[in-house]
């Protein structure tokens, strides 16, 4: 009915993977990029032959990486951040009570009812009973919260707004809409005192001052982290502009494809496919690739330079290091050591590689001045 020509597509893509797998193993190259394809023999009854040109790992020549600077603040915690994280920690514990003769105001909770029209006509989604929205929280359409604000109980009105350009529905998108509001119910939040008895509540401490204490101790080992991250990536911005190297186009390619994949992944977490982000945005998939592209640039660029100073000052993963990794793996992700030996076995040499950078950026950050 169809002749074997309709299936050859099928049994390439079969035959290809093993033996580009073995062709890849049998040139001791170090691939850096997926292979681009071109076929030059596919024909009933003859043997397959096609070409993979692929990326492989660029010479590095290091310049100077000991000795560099970075200009990094010394972190403090100030008397503001301290304040700000009191109040989230007096948000945490607000008890909400009900208000009663007084309108809406900013940080109010209320309940509503909405129906939403444009051109008079109800769209799928604009309708709602006793709805809870938090005045001041930015989570309706812009200037829907805005004017409620002075609403009583009981109370009905109708709100103008225009949905945004990149609204996630396209059929809204810029359009006007009027939404018809009655307000049910107004509560409100009841921050704690902050005084002892709220320490020894939310705390281990007694005492607020105590308190005080731990909170400021946690804000500056958080902004500590910062400031290392900070500065490990400006010594190593440094290190890579003293190198020479020539990063290959597919390469890059290849990193930007693998961020965008990740970055779809994320937004799989929040209940968002990639492919309906592309539709908000407008974007294609080669933009969104392009857009990456520097980032994977920057991305190589390091990491090849660590790998460099790696080699050069003769840094290596011990077993004790592979160890201990295995253990902060286990500890993270609540798993046994075992398993996570067992899971990572054959991942075993890019964990090494991965502890010997790590190694080379601590002597970075060793070495600077």
Do not use: W
């Not at 008397?79 to 989230?88: I, N, Q, V, W, Y």
């Not at 705390?203 to 909170?215: G, I, M, Q, R, V």
């Not at 804000?219 to 900070?230: C, V």
Request: with cysteine; glycine share 6%; hydrophobic share 35%.
């Amino acid at each position: 009915m169809y002749g074997a020509d309709v299936f050859m597509e099928d049994a390439v893509n079969d035959l290809l993977p093993d033996a580009y797998e073995e062709a890849c193993n049998e040139s001791g190259l170090e691939i850096m990029s997926r292979p681009e394809i071109d076929y030059k023999q596919v024909e009933h009854g003859k043997a397959i032959i096609v070409d993979a040109v692929v990326a492989v790992k660029p010479e590095v020549k290091l310049g100077e990486y000991k000795g560099l600077h970075a200009d990094v603040e010394e972190p403090t915690v100030t008397e503001d951040e301290l304040a700000a994280r009191l109040k989230e920690e007096q948000e945490k514990n607000a008890a909400e009570s009900d208000v009663e003769g007084r309108p809406v105001k900013e940080g109010d909770t209320v309940h509503l009812d909405y129906a939403g029209t444009i051109d008079g006509v109800p769209f799928e989604g604009g309708t709602a009973q006793d709805q809870e929205l938090v005045i001041g929280s930015h989570s309706f359409i812009e200037g829907f919260e805005e004017q409620m604000v002075g609403m009583n109980i009981g109370e009905e009105k109708d709100l103008n707004v225009t949905f945004p350009e990149a609204y996630h529905a396209a059929e809204l998108a810029g359009k006007p809409a009027v939404f018809h509001v009655k307000v049910n119910a107004i509560s409100e939040k009841i921050l704690p005192e902050l005084d002892d008895e709220f320490a020894s509540e939310v705390s281990e401490f007694e005492t607020l001052d105590a308190y005080k204490e731990s909170l400021k101790a946690e804000i500056l080992k958080s902004k500590q982290e910062l400031a290392k991250t900070d500065k490990e990536n400006k010594l190593l911005e440094k290190a890579v502009e003293n190198a020479e190297m020539d990063i290959p186009d597919m390469m890059i390619e290849s990193q930007a494809e693998d961020l965008v994949r990740d970055f779809g992944q994320r937004l799989e977490m929040q209940g968002l496919r990639l492919e309906q982000y592309l539709q908000y945005t407008g974007m294609t998939m080669p933009q969104m690739v392009e857009q990456y592209k520097e980032q994977a640039k920057k991305r190589i660029q390091g990491r090849l330079v660590l790998e460099a100073i790696a080699k050069a000052e003769g840094l290596e993963a011990t077993e004790e290091d592979l160890e201990n990794e295995y253990k902060k793996m286990a500890e993270q992700y609540s798993m046994e050591v075992e398993k996570v030996k067992e899971y990572m076995g054959s991942q075993e040499d890019g964990v090494k590689e991965d502890l010997a950078t790590q190694k080379a950026l601590d002597l970075l950050v060793a070495e600077a001045k």
